[in-house]
């Protein structure tokens, strides 16, 4: 007899986690970059001050350094669960970031009424249906030093963000199976 050999699925296990994601500044341009993800390499936007060494708390810069990925955030009503080896948490209504250097809970995830300040997670544009949560100031959190850094879906266009790094949907959601808890970015 002869058999026939037949190609299997990838499952997620069976992917190369990419260990390192670079982002460099694209030539000439203050607020768009290039991201290396392994061979692929695609366009992101960027801080509208750029990338800086020493990011503060609404300078609108992405910071320099290494960041580990902590958390993806999705949000179910918009699309599946995506796959990844992250950990994933489902973005609700109430969800939010506080942004406000005076409060404990500065840089880390609350709950925010309605009509409350802080960054919501729960947004109408669409740019945080994806959100990939970094490490940039946790260890230690100092404040002032800046919130909410993560890498999001990008603006029509590449606008510039607030100090995220940004990417098209389509590429975000490419990346996606192939990050995990070992992953880090490299900004600058």
């Known amino acids: ?7 299997k699925p990838l499952r997620m296990a069976q992917l190369q986690v990419l260990r390192v994601l670079r982002v460099s500044r694209a030539p000439g341009q203050r607020a768009r970059g290039l991201l290396r993800a392994g061979h ?5 936007a960027l801080g509208r001050s750029g990338i800086k060494a020493n990011k503060r708390e609404g300078d609108g810069a992405s910071p320099r350094g290494r960041f580990r990925l902590l958390r993806l955030w999705w ?16 973005i609700r209504p109430d969800d939010g970031w506080c942004e406000d250097p005076s ?14 300040p802080g960054d919501r997670l729960w947004r109408e544009d ?8 970094l490490d940039h100031n946790t260890r230690p959190r100092v404040a002032g030093r800046g919130s909410a850094v993560f890498i999001h879906v990008a ?3 590449f606008l510039p963000t607030a100090g995220c790094v940004a990417l098209s949907v389509s590429d975000l959601r490419k990346l996606l199976g192939r990050l995990g808890s070992g992953t880090t970015i490299e900004i600058g």
């Open 103 to 116: 409060d404990r809970r500065y840089n880390r995830p609350i709950k925010l009424p309605p009509r409350s």
């Open 1 to 7: 007899m002869h058999f026939r050999r037949v190609k």
């Open 75 to 90: 949000r179910a009503d918009r699309g599946p669960r995506p796959r990844s080896l992250l950990h994933i948490r489902r």
């Open 40 to 44: 692929r390499v695609v366009p992101v």
């Open 126 to 133: 669409g740019l945080y249906d994806l959100v990939i949560e």
């Open 155 to 157: 603006r029509e266009g």
